[in-house]
């Protein structure tokens, strides 16, 4: 027998929760394939059988685990059944297991950095018929019958995610069943009166956010400050520059790459706005690592861009069209959402005209952007003249215990000089 430790996800991650089992108890399992999901504060990780052989679960989903424990085996020494499908089999299994230890018992050994490059090793995609498809879409597909050939990735460099097989599975499903109308009959939403109550266990990733924004609140003397910020000139030049910035870089051009090299320049002319409190010392950096907020179904999750203000436009949209569709696959590694100096997120994505964000600890600061909506101003061209501008606000939540609010006040008003003239980026 061979044991499946629950591997670390990470430093300072000493517990996690066993998710879902994708092979049951006596299933024959070849080398490599995803045996269960494990679900930290800040990650979820597959584990992959160490080897080929005969699983036998020893612990049920939902149970909390401790790092390194037992939560399963492989049966090396059963014979292989008739019609299993994979590849050499039990000699190859028990080859393996003699020869190598599982990635999960080595995760659980090692130190941070290489964890996470073994994790990511884990999750890279396999090509299927020349396109690349992550683990989770490819069983998803098996399950709905969706032929992964005929489907179109969104992920990076085309990679095919659980959305995309749902949506081809949703237009199968369309064209080969279509809606036929039917009599309308009187189906009460729910009976009259009913009062039904139901609980689910908040994931760990979910807990984790609730202790820091409670953290934040309680340890932080936090204040936000507004401005709002015309938008044609960066609107222009998307206009002007998109078709020939997405044909050289292949990403299009979005708002956020303005903002994040607008950041970076005011926390160079800011440096507090870019610094922690640990206990009575001020600890400033002389880089910039910009977390960026990104919304996902299990939760809000922060991604660091490392060393932002060395990032071109293209390098920094990129980074984050990576980072949105590893959040959707829920394939963020702990080291890609550890650290940051500072913290842009943007509201506007989901219609929101303003909101006061709350810090990300021990961050200082957090810049909130909010949608676009055009709005009767005085025309900057013409003094006097009113005219509708596209407008949105900007909210900047700092610590005061650091920052004073002259500060605060000037840093978001070099970020609005900044998108209103980004000509003055180039200078930076």
């Not at 160490?50 to 492989?74: D, F, M």
């Not at 599982?102 to 018929?129: F, I």
């Amino acid at each position: 027998m061979l044991d499946i430790m629950v591997p670390s996800p990470g430093e300072s991650i000493t517990e996690v929760t066993l998710g879902q089992w994708h092979k049951h108890d006596g299933d024959w399992v070849e080398t490599d394939e995803v045996l269960v999901d494990i679900e930290s504060d800040k990650a979820t990780l597959e584990v992959r059988a160490p080897a080929a052989g005969v699983l036998r679960v020893k612990v049920q989903s939902g149970a909390e685990q401790k790092v390194g424990a037992p939560i399963g085996a492989i049966d090396t020494a059963a014979a292989k059944p008739a019609g299993a499908k994979g590849g050499a089999g039990n000699a190859a299994g028990a080859s393996n297991a003699a020869s190598a230890a599982s990635p999960a018992s080595a995760a659980s050994k090692a130190p941070a950095a290489a964890v996470a490059a073994t994790v990511t090793a884990a999750v890279v995609a396999e090509p299927v018929d020349g396109k690349k498809a992550s683990s989770l879409a490819k069983k998803v597909a098996a399950d709905k019958g969706v032929d992964l050939a005929k489907v179109t990735g969104s992920g990076t460099s085309g990679r095919i995610v659980m959305a995309d097989v749902e949506r081809a599975a949703t237009a199968v499903s369309t064209i080969a069943n279509p809606v036929k109308p039917v009599a309308a009959v009187a189906m009460p939403m729910a009976v009259a009166g009913a009062r039904g109550v139901r609980r689910e266990k908040m994931p760990k990733i979910r807990q984790r956010i609730a202790e820091r924004l409670v953290q934040a609140q309680h340890t932080a003397a936090m204040l936000t400050t507004f401005n709002e910020c015309d938008m044609t000139e960066v609107m222009r030049l998307r206009s002007e520059h998109k078709e020939s910035f997405e044909k050289h870089h292949g990403v299009s051009l979005g708002f956020m790459s303005f903002f994040v090299k607008a950041c970076c320049s005011a926390l160079k002319r800011f440096p507090k706005v870019n610094a922690y409190i640990s206990l009575d010392e001020v600890e400033y950096h002389d880089y910039a690592d910009v977390s960026i907020a990104v919304g996902t179904d299990r939760g809000l999750v922060v991604p660091v861009l490392r060393n932002a203000e060395l990032l071109s436009f293209a390098e920094i949209e990129l980074a984050i069209r990576g980072f949105a569709a590893k959040a959707r696959e829920g394939k963020l590694t702990v080291d890609e959402m550890t650290g940051g100096t500072f913290t842009i997120t943007n509201g506007g994505i989901y219609g929101s005209l303003m909101s006061t964000p709350i810090l990300n600890a021990p961050q200082s600061a957090i810049l909130g952007m909010h949608t676009i909506k055009k709005r009767p101003v005085e025309d900057p061209r013409n003094p006097g003249q009113i005219a509708l501008r596209p407008m949105m606000y900007l909210a900047l939540s700092y610590d005061h215990r650091i920052i004073d609010g002259a500060d605060a006040v000037s840093f978001l008003v070099h970020i609005k000089d900044c998108i209103e003239k980004p000509e003055r980026l180039l200078l930076d």
